[in-house]
């Protein structure tokens, strides 16, 4: 790629001037009497354009700065304009220029943030039009560079500026349709959708601060660009993985420890309720801190109520307290219904090597149509010795499926933020 | 490894090794009794819920 700079006295104003850009400069506009030039023609005049309005930029032509760690030149400015349901979106595009890394784009975005544009020379396996954008029923993806992409926009836009030099042939009042997607850190626009054109893909990223301080930029943005939104937490596959895993091994030890399983203390059988209250004595070894009651009542159409006490060995009582057994039953116009249980359990605390005593006794009983009318005949109990309590590994569960979820979380609202400006919109 | 992660780790298995920890003690595994009359919960945590029914 050859480095020449020309200088040239324009046809039409006479002006002097630098032609900067290289051997591939296909149009030369004056930034002084807005004729463009063929420079395949010996800088002939093409066409001429008057009332013009440069947009509000601070580069000039022939400013240099680094990009990629390579010193570029501003060879030429282009103003964009977007025109939509009354609303109009402009940005300045900067053709740069390297003898060494060739042709490329900076940016100064609707939004006041700087970006910088190169072409991809690696295309998509699948291509994405305007026409398939509008048949898709649902946001359309891309993967490029093993990276996959979410479709942002499409946008119809048309220059209404230029000035200086390009490696293309703009005209001002020509229009450019361009579809764009955009994945962390960075957007891929893809254009040449008709027959005529030939299809190109652009490759735009947030231009880095050490980059706009070498062109003496100063970013002043002033709303919202998917570019400003960081990429992913760089700990996120870990932290997703390792909670994962975390969540299987709670899951482990849950079915290890349940395994060691409840252990037979007492079983007093069927007790008829004349018997109650009734006394029922069991040995705790050692280990095992929780005693679960087995209650089991025939009732039917009625409700009972239980009294537990439990003494230790000194006599103690460690435990005092109630539950309620009811169970209600019958046909009506939607099938055969019940209501509540026969069964209850209690579980409470104990520590051995004890011997405990437990008294049950069930001073309260009724009928739901009848009122004290009592509606059972017998009681089984039955005492069951736990050395573990599931709930704070089910906690410890919960723990790390809330991390798991918050890092899912805290992801996809980046995302949307990414995607908030995005025209697309899901139907319902 | 980076040290965030190696202490992302630390944390998770300190975790687990609490709960394992606590699950073994029984802990909050009293559950059952709509009413408290008297006594101590013990070692294990009290009994949920208070309060009669009917």
Redesign the interface.
């Known amino acids: 790629m050859t480095a020449e700079i020309r200088s040239i006295n324009c046809p039409a104003c006479g002006a002097g001037q630098t032609v900067h850009g290289g051997g591939r400069v296909q149009t030369h506009v004056c930034p002084y009497c807005g004729s463009a030039l063929d420079a395949l023609d010996d800088f002939a005049i093409l066409a001429r354009y008057e009332n013009r309005l440069r947009p509000d930029t601070p580069l000039n032509l022939g400013d240099r700065g680094t990009l990629w760690g390579v010193e570029f030149t501003i060879i030429g400015i282009a103003g964009w304009v977007e025109r939509y349901d009354g609303r109009s979106w402009r940005w300045t595009d900067h053709q740069v220029f390297s003898p060494t890394h060739g042709y490329g784009w900076i940016t100064r975005e609707d939004t006041g943030h700087w970006t910088v544009t190169r072409k991809l020379r690696k295309f998509p396996k699948q291509w994405l039009s305007p026409t398939s954008v509008e048949t898709a029923e649902s946001r359309p993806h891309l993967w490029i560079d093993g990276q996959r992409l979410a479709y942002y926009e499409t946008s119809t836009a048309r220059i209404e500026y230029l000035e200086g030099a390009f490696n293309w042939a703009p005209k001002v009042g020509d229009t450019v349709e361009t579809v764009t997607l955009v994945g962390d850190g960075r957007m891929i626009t893809l254009s040449g959708f008709s027959g005529a054109s030939e299809r190109e893909v652009e490759d735009t990223r947030m231009m880095s601060p050490e980059d706009c301080a070498s062109f003496g930029l100063t970013p002043a943005p002033r709303g919202r660009h998917p570019l400003a939104v960081g990429p992913r937490w760089r700990h996120h596959g870990f932290v997703i993985t390792c909670a994962a895993a975390f969540i299987a091994l709670t899951g482990v030890v849950g079915v290890v420890q349940g395994g060691s399983g409840g252990r037979n203390l007492a079983d007093a059988g069927r007790l008829k309720l004349g018997e109650l209250p009734h006394e029922i004595t069991f040995d705790v070894p050692e280990g095992t801190r929780l005693a679960k009651l087995q209650l089991y009542t025939d009732l039917n159409d009625g409700w009972a109520w239980f009294d537990v006490e439990i003494e230790n060995e000194d006599g103690d009582v460690v435990l005092g307290g109630g539950r309620e057994l009811s169970y209600y039953s019958g046909v009506d116009n939607e099938g055969a219904w019940s209501e509540g249980s026969r069964r209850g359990t209690v579980t409470f605390p104990v520590s051995g090597p004890d011997r405990y005593t437990m008294t049950i006794e069930m001073p309260e009983y009724g009928s739901g149509n009848t009122g004290d009318r009592q509606t059972n005949s017998f009681v089984s109990a039955k005492i069951t010795g736990l050395s573990y309590s599931w709930r704070p590994l089910g906690a410890t569960g919960v723990v790390f499926a809330l991390i798991l979820l918050a890092t899912f979380g805290w992801d996809s609202l980046r995302k949307a933020r990414m995607l908030a400006g995005s025209d697309w919109t899901d139907e319902d | 490894m980076?040290p965030?992660?190696i202490v992302?780790?630390l944390l998770?298995t300190a975790?687990?090794g609490?709960?394992?920890?606590?699950?073994?003690?029984?802990?909050?595994?009293?559950?059952?009794?709509?009413?408290?009359?008297?006594?101590?919960?013990?070692?294990?945590?009290g009994?949920s819920g208070i309060g009669?029914?009917?």
């Open positions: 980076s965030v992660r992302f780790i998770c975790i687990l609490g709960g394992y920890y606590l699950s073994s003690q029984g802990i909050w595994g009293a559950t059952g009794v709509t009413s408290v009359r008297t006594g101590s919960a013990g070692s294990g945590g009994p009669r029914v009917k």
